[in-house]
């Protein structure tokens, strides 16, 4: 982590939190952040965010990470929330199988809202939970494959892999798009510097030899692909 000030950063990067209501969003968000973790957290209502500060090579990012309620009256959100994210974690329960059945309809969601270049990485939340396991690693990791997904398995409650997760997905953003950065101005006030990718050729070798940390398979590369909504 960075020794700089809060307010002393390179970029800003918007990341967002999807899935399904009680995957454990609001726990992965809060011990990324604040290194704190509630059993008695409330669904979240509407949008909260929250930020931290990392390093990257040589610059400093401070990742603004959005969450918000994972349950259909929210949907009217949809495309405020996705606007200038450049990477999303897309949360399951591996305790409950709907919830990993549902990351396919939240995928599609992101094809239609999100930015052609946005990088996702699939997430099995719950790990210290693994004796209820009902999702098998071998079959998310077989969907994050097929779907050109990095994958990771964390638990908010013991730490398990949040940290790395969190970096991870901001370092591969950073990595494939350092000399496509643009500062987008439409988006800030003139003092936070809010990035957004062009669409970066040669995506796939970043994703065959990601940055060095744990266990996330391969990344998503999206720039071919085309939006089918605006927002």
């Known amino acids: 982590m960075t020794s700089r000030g809060e307010d002393e950063y390179d970029y800003l990067f918007k990341v967002v939190l999807i899935g399904d209501s009680g995957v454990g969003k609001s726990n992965l968000l809060s011990r990324f952040t604040k290194n704190e973790f509630n059993l008695e957290s409330k669904t979240t209502i509407g949008v909260e965010f929250a930020t931290k ?44 199988m709907n919830t990993f059945t549902n990351v396919e309809k939240w995928l599609q969601e992101l ?56 970096e991870q997905i901001i370092q591969i953003y950073h990595q494939m798009g350092s000399e496509h950065i643009r500062q987008n101005d439409d988006d800030d006030d003139g003092d936070d510097k809010i990035t957004k990718g062009k669409p970066v050729e040669g995506i796939s070798s970043h994703l065959r030899n990601p940055v060095k940390l744990t266990q996330a398979s391969t990344e998503a590369d999206k720039s071919k692909e085309k939006k089918k909504g605006c927002c």
């Not at 500060?53 to 918000?68: L, P």
């Not at 405020?80 to 329960?93: C, E, K």
Request: with cysteine.
């Open 53 to 96: 500060t990392i390093e990257c090579e040589d610059k400093v990012i401070k990742a603004q990470i959005w969450d918000t309620a994972g349950q259909e009256r929210y949907r009217a959100i949809t495309s405020a929330y996705y606007r200038g994210a450049v990477a999303a974690l897309l949360v399951y329960d591996i305790t409950k």
């Open 111 to 166: 094809k239609t809202y999100a930015d052609d270049n946005i990088v996702v990485m699939l997430v099995g939340n719950k790990t210290d939970l693994a004796n209820l396991r009902a999702v098998k690693v071998e079959e998310a990791k077989g969907f994050a494959e097929k779907n050109e997904l990095a994958f990771i398995e964390t638990s908010a409650l013991d730490s398990t892999n949040v940290v790395e997760a969190f």
